[in-house]
C-alpha cells in the first residue's frame, strides 16, 4: 500500500496543519512517527477566509455600516473592525445593526420559502448548520435537539420561548449511505414539525436543497447562532465557522478545530461553549456508556421514546434505526449522546440571550470587531513568509 499522506510528507519540506488543535493532533497522533524524525517540517497555518466575499460582497448592509463608522481601509486590513467593539455601547448603532440583521434575515426567509416551501419569520432565531453532511460533525445532535424543543411544545412546556427556525444545508459524499439517511432523517423530521398546528410561530425547521457556496452569501449574513458542534477532535479547522462570525453570527461550538482560536479571538463571554473537550473524551471513550446516559436524563428519554415510536417515519417502519442505534451504541466514534445535555443548556442561555436585544446585538457586534485573524490575507502572508518567500503585491486601493 502506498498511503498517499505518508508519501506527500516524505516529499515535502514543510507540513502543516489547518488550525492550532488540528497541528497538535498531527504531531501527536496520525503523524508522530514523522514529526519526531522531521520536526522543523511541521508548522500552523490557520485557515481563513475573503473578506471580500464573505462580508464585503455579500452584506452590503453591513459593508455600508461600517464603511460609514471606519472609512474603507477595512477592506484589506481587518484587524481595523476591532474598533466596532467601543460602538457596541453606542445605542444607535446598536439599533443600526440589527436592523441590517434584519433585512439580512428577511432575504434569508425569502430564499427558504421559494426553495423548501417553509416560512422562516424574521423575529425568530435563526440557528443554521451548513456544512458537508458527516457524522462527526453531528447534524443527528443538532437534529436531537430540535425533536427535544418539539417535545416541549407538545408537553405546553413553553415559558419563556424563543421562537426558532432550523436550517440545515450541505451535501453528502455520493457514496456515504449514512450521510444520505441523516439528510432523509432532517427532512422527516422538519415535514413532522412544521404541519403540527402547535408549532407554529414556535419552531420551523428546513433543509436547503443542492447547497452550493453562492447560497452561503445569503445564508451567513442572515444566520444568528452558527453552530459549530463537531466531536471536540475531528474537525480540522472548519472555514464555516468563519463565514459566520465574520457576518456577526453568534457561534455555539465544541473545543475543536478553529472554534478554539475564533473563542480566543471574539472572547468567551461572546461565545457559547459546551460539551467535552478532545483529551475528556479520550479518557471518557473506553467506558462510554450512552444507554445509561439516556436513562439518567429525562428529556433524552422523551427524545428516544418519540424516535423508536417511529413518530417521524410511520409509513416507514425502521427506517432510521442505522443512527438511532448507531447514536446509542457504546462504540458510536462521535459520542453524539455525552455532549447533550451540556449542548442542550447551552441552546437555553442562547435562547435567554436572543431575548434581551440589546445583548445579542452586543454579542453579533463583537464577533464581527473580532474576526480579523481569519481573513484569509493574514493566512497567505504566513504561508508566504514561512514557506513560499515569494514577493507580494500590494492590493488593490478599494473603490
Same mark, same amino acid.
Given at each position: ?70 472609512? !474603507? ?6 484587524? =481595523? &473592525?476591532? /474598533?466596532?467593539? $467601543?460602538?457596541?455601547?453606542?445605542? *444607535? +448603532?446598536?439599533?443600526?445593526?440589527? !436592523? ?6 428577511? =432575504? &434569508?426567509? /425569502?430564499?427558504? $420559502?421559494?426553495?423548501?416551501?417553509? *416560512? +422562516? ?279
Amino acid at each position: 500500500q502506498i498511503r498517499m499522506a505518508h508519501l506527500a510528507i516524505v516529499g515535502s519540506f514543510s507540513v502543516n496543519g489547518v488550525a492550532k488543535l488540528h497541528t497538535r493532533l498531527l504531531k501527536e497522533g496520525i503523524f508522530r512517527d514523522f514529526y519526531e524524525l522531521w520536526p522543523e517540517r511541521f508548522n500552523n497555518k490557520t485557515n481563513g477566509v475573503t473578506p471580500r466575499r464573505f462580508l464585503v460582497q455579500c452584506n452590503m448592509g453591513l459593508n455600508d455600516l461600517i464603511t460609514g463608522e471606519l472609512g !474603507a481601509g477595512w477592506v484589506t486590513d481587518l484587524k =481595523r &473592525l476591532r /474598533a466596532l467593539q $467601543e460602538r457596541a455601547d453606542d445605542p *444607535r +448603532f446598536r439599533q443600526r445593526w440589527l !436592523a441590517v440583521k434584519k433585512n439580512n434575515k428577511e =432575504r &434569508l426567509a /425569502a430564499m427558504v $420559502e421559494s426553495l423548501c416551501g417553509v *416560512r +422562516f419569520h424574521a423575529n425568530a432565531l435563526f440557528d443554521v448548520q451548513v456544512k458537508r453532511i458527516h457524522e462527526y460533525k453531528r447534524q443527528t445532535l443538532n437534529l436531537l435537539h430540535v425533536i427535544h424543543l418539539y417535545d416541549r411544545i407538545k408537553r405546553h412546556d413553553t415559558d419563556d420561548w424563543t421562537p426558532r427556525c432550523v436550517l440545515f444545508a450541505g451535501k453528502a459524499a455520493p457514496g456515504y449511505w449514512m450521510a444520505k439517511r441523516i439528510i432523509k432523517f432532517i427532512n422527516n423530521v422538519a415535514n413532522v414539525v412544521n404541519v403540527d398546528p402547535d408549532t407554529a410561530g414556535l419552531l420551523r425547521v428546513a433543509f436547503l436543497p443542492d447547497y452550493s457556496v453562492s447560497e452561503m452569501e445569503v445564508i451567513a449574513p442572515g444566520t444568528d447562532l452558527s453552530e459549530q458542534i463537531s466531536t471536540a477532535g475531528t474537525e480540522a479547522s472548519g472555514t464555516g465557522n468563519m463565514k459566520f462570525m465574520f457576518n456577526g453570527a453568534v457561534t455555539i461550538g465544541t473545543l475543536d478545530g478553529a472554534n478554539i482560536e475564533i473563542r480566543k479571538e471574539v472572547g468567551e463571554d461572546h461565545f457559547f461553549l459546551f460539551g467535552h473537550d478532545a483529551e475528556q473524551l479520550g479518557a471518557l471513550r473506553n467506558s462510554y456508556n450512552p444507554m445509561q446516559m439516556i436513562a439518567d436524563d429525562g428529556d433524552l428519554q422523551r427524545v428516544f421514546r418519540l424516535l423508536e415510536s417511529g413518530h417521524f417515519n410511520q409509513f416507514e417502519p425502521g427506517h432510521f434505526d442505522p443512527i438511532i442505534n448507531s447514536i446509542k451504541s457504546p462504540g458510536d466514534p462521535w459520542m453524539v449522546v455525552a455532549d447533550f445535555r451540556s449542548y442542550i443548556d447551552t441552546q437555553n442561555s442562547a435562547a435567554a440571550a436572543y431575548r434581551d436585544p440589546d445583548q445579542w446585538a452586543r454579542l453579533s457586534i463583537a464577533n464581527t470587531a473580532n474576526c480579523g485573524y481569519f481573513s484569509s490575507d493574514r493566512t497567505i502572508r504566513a504561508y508566504n513568509r514561512d514557506i513560499w518567500g515569494l514577493t507580494p503585491t500590494p492590493p488593490l486601493t478599494p473603490k
